[in-house]
């Protein structure tokens, strides 16, 4: 089968904000004047086309990372379809808490739009994200959206992304009006302005520049063609001779610059008032990458671990990265990939390379914002979702079992916070369960576990706002409602030193009695290492059966924890004696002695407290690198670096996690709301004992 559309006219993108810039309101006008929905939905009405989770809808956030489908022909080929793209908007999500969600997003789309607040211009969050997108190289335009809002200011908003963001960035479009006047968009390149009309801003109206704007016009112009010819050989020559450059010759060497990340095109309106959107799809087409615009992917050959690349070429072997699992009412889960290279076919065999199994791809969708499209295969550079894979998680690799190659996975961090939650009705606790285990499967970074000592359970996540979620999913999805406790820092326990010790349980008072009995030693393991278990009993001292029993007991009491009640880890455990009663000995009874031995032998082997530590990037005017630096000090933080970047500073620190809970807020306060952070999960470290004896102390309590 042809493939529906050339390479060269996909793109992969992603439309990146901070909460409240207008990221939904901008999708939806995509989705509306792309054809795919047929009617404008305005945020506060709930009614939206990719918020189809219902507390997204309430939150006004958008939480899943899912792939929508949609076609666009530039404005400027008057629906000629000749020059149709096929566009896929991959979802990314706004808040901190789901860094991990932005990270993947960018991990597999090629461009993204940035859309910023006309009024509040670069907030904290957009610079997060923009250096997760420079730090992935991930070409981009700017929208500046909302410009008809009172108080909005196109110049200090562009000002803020050169000061904040980026020197590079280039003004491509000039507001026509401002604020309630805001009456249209004007393009620098060729001289146009451009009314929008109709009911939904779906007409677009060319005109010439008003008179008043003509010099305004040729001023900004100049200042863009210098930026564009200065990244071009050719271009800088007929600059300097004062040639004029035609328009084409400037968008090719735009486009050029913008792959490169060498230049940042800012556009402007208001997507609200339906000012501008189109004239961002163009830009999208224009000046963003199509898959073949960028380097090969590349993997590693699991039979012989060479490194081996694959070109976004329909004719080389298949290797796709699965990106995202999620549950969908209708079909159940749905695997989204994005394919490299080579051509995903339904009903045939692919390789899991990641897991080393075989997987059979049964139906595939492509996601529209209001249908889902039945497809026969996704060919190199496009997006999909395959329908009921079984063993297949986010972030493996799905290739040809003839060519395998696992491409390079996400990385998740490990989840931080805990939070003990029970069901508000006891009948409800078996669908609990369920219900949790089927969101683990969902989202990597989200665990579940039991306290072994009070029965409850316990959920681990990245952060407060991350595990709010959970619980609420918990009741649309599942119908079950929780209790939870206050946020907790995910201690662990650990060893420093070697140790063995005995556990005995034995009774003898009148009818069968128990009788189990063993030596265990143990010794510490590197940090991250986690858990071992070695059986070194020879010659029957104690029997086969009894070992598995006796690991178990070992693990149980190791999870429960034995300094504080937090999971004891990075330790080698290795049973090598005992002794059994050909009676009275059971499974039940080497099961707790394995526990009391464990105890025991923890108790004289230097145990210590371990907390995560954070990696912490904070980024501040100059002015308040003392005051910010200071404050971190009494954080217990490391600075390990300090840097400057264009009027701004950066200060780089470790910080243990328990020392940042309200950071958001004691910094905006004492940077007067210009200071932003990043902070993601780093390592495990000893806890200093002063500390570690307060949190042993509080947990006593
Ligand atoms: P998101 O959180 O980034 O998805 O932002 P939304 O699209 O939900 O927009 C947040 C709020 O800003 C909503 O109340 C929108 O109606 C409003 N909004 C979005 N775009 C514009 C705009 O261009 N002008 C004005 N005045 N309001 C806008």
Not at 13 to 41: C, M, N, P, Q
Not at 48 to 74: K, L
Not at 175 to 192: A, H, S
Not at 555 to 576: F, M, N, Q, S
Request: charged letters at 30%; a negative charge.
């Amino acid at each position: 089968m042809p493939r529906q559309y050339p390479i060269e006219k996909t793109r992969d993108i992603g439309i990146i904000a901070h909460i409240d810039a207008g990221k939904t309101t901008v999708t939806e006008r995509v989705l509306f004047y792309t054809g795919v929905s047929h009617k404008i939905g305005e945020v506060h009405t709930g009614d939206t086309v990719m918020d189809w989770m219902e507390q997204e809808r309430e939150r006004g956030i958008t939480i899943t990372s899912a792939a929508t489908t949609c076609f666009w022909i530039p404005t400027y080929h008057n629906d000629d379809k000749k020059y149709e793209h096929r566009i896929n908007l991959i979802d990314t999500p706004g808040h901190i808490d789901f860094t991990v969600e932005v990270k993947r997003s960018l991990r597999v789309l090629d461009g993204a739009v940035v859309v910023f607040d006309g009024v509040a211009g670069v907030e904290p969050q957009s610079e997060t994200n923009w250096r997760y997108a420079d730090e992935y190289g991930v070409p981009r335009i700017c929208f500046i959206n909302k410009l008809d809002r009172m108080g909005a200011n196109f110049e200090k908003d562009v000002q803020s992304i050169h000061e904040r963001l980026t020197p590079y960035a280039v003004v491509l479009q000039l507001p026509i009006g401002i604020e309630d006047k805001l009456e249209g968009v004007l393009d620098l390149l060729t001289r146009k302005a451009y009314y929008f009309e109709g009911e939904k801003g779906e007409k677009i109206i060319e005109k010439e520049i008003p008179a008043n704007m003509k010099e305004l016009v040729e001023k900004k112009r100049h200042e863009l063609v210098e930026k564009i010819a200065e990244t071009d050989d050719k271009l800088i020559h007929a600059y300097l001779e004062g040639k004029e450059i035609p328009v084409a010759d400037l968008k090719k060497a735009l486009r050029a610059a913008t792959l490169k990340v060498r230049l940042v095109p800012i556009l402007c309106g208001s997507a609200l008032k339906n000012k501008g959107v189109q004239l961002v799809l163009d830009a999208v087409i224009d000046y963003l990458p199509s898959p073949v615009d960028l380097p090969p992917v590349k993997g590693i050959n699991p039979n012989n671990h060479n490194e081996e690349t694959r070109k976004p070429d329909d004719n080389e072997p298949l290797s796709a990265l699965a990106f995202k699992i999620a549950a969908d009412p209708f079909v159940g889960s749905l695997t989204y990939f994005r394919v490299y290279s080579g051509v995903l076919k339904r009903g045939s065999y692919v390789l899991n390379s990641t897991k080393n199994n075989q997987e059979r791809i049964g139906r595939i969708v492509r996601m529209h914002a209001n249908h889902r499209e039945e497809a026969e295969e996704i060919c190199a550079g496009d997006l999909g979702a395959i329908v009921g894979l079984k063993n297949t998680t986010t972030g493996d690799s799905l290739v040809d079992p003839e060519h395998p190659v696992v491409l390079e996975n996400i990385t998740f961090p490990e989840p931080v916070i805990s939070i003990r939650i029970e069901p508000k009705t006891k009948a409800d606790q078996e669908k609990m369960g369920i219900a949790l285990h089927r969101l683990a499967e969902e989202d990597p970074t989200f665990r579940v576990r039991g306290d072994l000592e009070t029965g409850e359970t316990i959920i681990d996540g990245m952060g407060e706002l991350h595990l709010e979620i959970i619980v609420d999913r918990m009741k649309r999805e599942f119908n079950v409602e929780g209790n939870v406790g206050r946020p907790q820092v995910a201690y662990k326990e650990t060893i420093k030193g070697k140790a063995d010790a005995e556990g005995k349980y034995i009774r003898q008072s009148g009818g069968r009695g128990q009788y189990g009995h063993v030596w265990l030693k143990i010794e510490p393991l590197e940090r991250g290492k986690g858990f071992e278990f070695i059986d070194e009993i020879r010659g029957g001292v104690i029997p086969q059966e009894f070992i598995t029993p006796i690991e178990k007991g070992v693990r149980e009491a190791a999870e429960k924890g034995v300094l504080a009640g937090y999971p004891l880890t990075d330790l080698k455990v290795i049973l090598y004696d005992g002794s059994f009663h050909e009676v009275d000995s059971s499974e039940f009874a080497f099961k707790i002695a394995g526990s009391i031995a464990l105890q025991e032998a923890a108790k004289q082997a230097k145990l210590v407290l371990l907390e995560p530590v954070m990696k912490v990037q904070v980024i501040m005017p100059a002015d308040f690198l003392g005051d910010v630096t200071g404050d971190l000090s009494s954080r217990r933080a490391k600075i390990n670096a300090m840097g400057e970047r264009i009027n701004v500073r950066v200060v780089d620190a470790t910080v243990p996690l328990a020392e940042m809970f309200g950071y958001v807020t004691n910094l905006r306060s004492i940077t007067q709301g210009r200071g932003s952070f990043t902070m993601e999960f780093s390592h495990y470290e000893e806890v200093p004992k002063s500390v570690a004896e307060l949190i042993i102390e509080g947990k006593k309590k």
